[in-house]
């Protein structure tokens, strides 16, 4: 497995990462073992999760997947770069959630503690908090870095804009600023190619990009005249619905198909090539895999060793530019 610099950073992470939103919901905690150890075969050190996950549970689940991570790590956490993040509602009152002082400061401090570690390599917000001014933010993750407690900071889900603004104010403020944006990005979701990619390229943003086969419907395995299968993303608690939204589509089911009759002209996995498609792009750091169950992982994997020629490249370009109009997620 590659390693390349986490942006502007010294920072070396490999070139996957490990997502896990699975951990808790979709999967239980031997399975979710048995796909780290996988990850770690393969030569993946760079896990990411989030104070939010399982993906589709509520706040009686929020930090299970943390919980998970953490024993996993035991006796290995220095062989790891380990990423998390804050936002989502942890609790019932409206302190409980955002990107204010007292929310991060807790939030930070309950992550150290499920994670079973006293740093975190990268803490990201996992959105934009319009009620919360951004020089707020940015101090707090500043006090964080300074405390020893954070190495280094992100976010996800930011429009450019707000990216933008973001880095601006922390270099008018003199404060630590983003090194990596995780953004959606794949061959059915590439407006972020117009603005955000170039931009992070320019001044040194790592991405981070996840659902890179677009919540598995770029797997192939889904048919359009059934109805999503139980315990895939597009079933999973309340983000099932989500999911439905943003893929389940008859355009979406149009364009796998084309593109799954270019990945068996090529004698390649769809999955694989989808993921070496988003490794293509010379912006990028590290997509984001997932999986629940470790098999599931090798198509992916399989990805960082994968040489994506120039033809095979503009011909997914071609069929799926559609997917690149705009810049604000659907």
């Not at 896990?47 to 009686?60: F, N, T, V």
Request: overall charge negative; some cysteine.
């Amino acid at each position: 497995m590659d390693h390349v610099r986490l942006g502007r950073t010294g920072l070396q992470v490999s070139r996957l990462c490990l997502g896990t939103m699975t951990f808790g919901l979709q999967c239980d905690e031997s399975t979710a073992g048995a796909i780290l150890d996988r990850a770690a075969e393969g030569g993946v050190d760079f896990i990411d999760s989030s104070d939010a996950y399982p993906l589709g549970g509520d706040l009686s689940t929020r930090g299970t997947t943390e919980e998970i991570l953490g024993r996993w790590l035991r006796g290995k956490r220095d062989r790891f770069i380990v990423a998390t993040k804050c936002f989502a509602p942890t609790g019932p009152a409206p302190f409980d959630a955002g990107n204010s002082r007292k929310h991060i400061m807790a939030a930070v401090n309950d992550s150290l503690r499920r994670l079973q570690t006293d740093y975190i390599d990268l803490y990201q917000l996992h959105g934009y908090d319009r009620a919360t001014p951004i020089d707020e933010t940015l101090s707090v993750l500043d006090d964080l870095v300074h405390q020893g407690k954070v190495r280094y900071t992100g976010c996800s889900n930011f429009l450019t804009y707000q990216l933008v603004r973001a880095i601006g104010r922390s270099e008018t403020l003199r404060l630590v600023r983003f090194d990596s944006v995780q953004p959606r990005y794949n061959l059915l979701f590439r407006q972020i190619e117009r603005e955000m990619l170039p931009y992070c390229g320019e001044e040194g943003v790592g991405v981070i990009p996840y659902n890179p086969i677009a919540g598995g419907l770029l797997s192939g395995k889904h048919s359009r005249t059934k109805p999503p299968a139980e315990g895939t993303r597009f079933t999973l608690g309340t983000a099932g619905g989500m999911y439905q939204d943003r893929y389940w589509n008859d355009p979406e089911f149009d364009t796998v198909e084309e593109l799954r009759q270019l990945a068996d002209q090529a004698g390649v996995n769809l999955v694989t090539l989808s993921v070496a498609w988003v490794l293509a792009n010379k912006a990028v750091t590290a997509p984001i895999i997932g999986a629940s169950n470790p098999g599931q992982l090798d198509s992916s994997l399989a990805a960082a060793d994968f040489v994506l020629d120039d033809d095979l490249k503009q011909l997914l370009d071609d069929r799926t530019h559609q997917y690149r109009m705009g810049d604000a997620p659907r």
